[in-house]
């Protein structure tokens, strides 16, 4: 099956510092991929669509410049929580959109980022 | 209006037994794909089971089959025969394909235990 990566699976760092999360599919080409916000035992929170060598896609209320998105190849999209704060600590998790999987289109997801800001 | 429900906070089965949770959603689109994920308390979303709008024939994986009445708008999972790993959130998602994307929209989540 389709396999995504996550990198780091947990971090914690000083409010004001920004936080980088690289998400990966391993055995497939996603010119989609999203990313999603979740709060403890609540569903998650679509923040923004990623496509490859265009601007992301961000949903109401999510800000642009706090969560800056990049997605610059087919197997790669990065999240960058910029001057993060107390706030901003959360469960981060992307998904890939492979075209090719079962169904025809499905999203897999990675195994999630869990952000502390201290 | 939530698109898509998933009305059972909790849910608890007996190993070795089946358990149906439900899922309804709502949507105009003539084209549409459902999907069941299983979040252990790891927090990866494992993908289960989809069923699309125009699939006549409900889902089956394994030990896992979608129930899907597309005139009622449900699409229930059916886990039978429970294991103790089955214990886990589960969510129903709904891909609607009129959008650009493909987004997928999910429910509040289940909490199934399974108990020995």
């Known amino acids: 099956g389709a396999v995504v990566s996550q990198h780091p699976s947990r971090v914690i760092c000083k409010s004001g510092t920004s936080v980088k999360i690289e998400c990966r599919s391993l055995?497939?080409?996603?010119?989609?991929m999203f990313w999603y916000r979740q709060f403890p035992k609540k569903s998650l929170m679509l923040m923004a669509t990623?496509?490859?060598?265009?601007?992301?896609?961000?949903e109401q209320g999510v800000e642009k410049d706090k969560f800056l998105i990049n997605h610059a190849s087919l197997t790669l999209s990065t999240l960058t929580v910029t001057s993060a704060h107390p706030e901003d600590s959360s469960f981060y998790i992307c998904?890939?959109?492979?075209?090719?999987?079962?169904?025809?289109?499905?999203?897999?997801f990675g195994p999630g980022t869990r952000l502390t800001v201290l | 209006a939530q698109k898509i429900t998933q009305t059972q906070p909790g849910m608890f089965v007996q190993e070795k037994e089946a358990v149906t949770l439900d899922c309804t959603y709502d949507?105009?689109?003539?084209?549409?794909?459902l999907f069941w994920y299983k979040q252990p308390s790891s927090g990866e979303m494992i993908f289960l089971i989809y069923?699309?709008?125009?699939?006549?024939q409900n889902a089956t994986e394994g030990r896992y089959s979608l129930n899907f009445q597309k005139a009622r708008k449900s699409a229930n999972l059916v886990i039978s025969a429970s294991q103790l790993g089955d214990s886990a959130m589960y969510f129903c998602?709904?891909?609607?394909?009129?959008?650009?994307?493909?987004?997928?929209?999910f429910g509040a989540g289940t909490r199934l235990a399974v108990h020995p």
């Open positions: 069923q699309g709008s125009y699939d006549e």
């Open positions: 998904s890939a959109r492979d075209v090719g999987g079962q169904g025809g289109d499905t999203q897999y």
């Open positions: 949507t105009s689109d003539q084209s549409y794909g």
């Open positions: 998602a709904m891909r609607e394909d009129s959008g650009g994307y493909n987004k997928l929209i």
């Open positions: 990623s496509n490859e060598g265009s601007k992301a896609t961000y």
């Open positions: 055995d497939f080409q996603a010119t989609t």
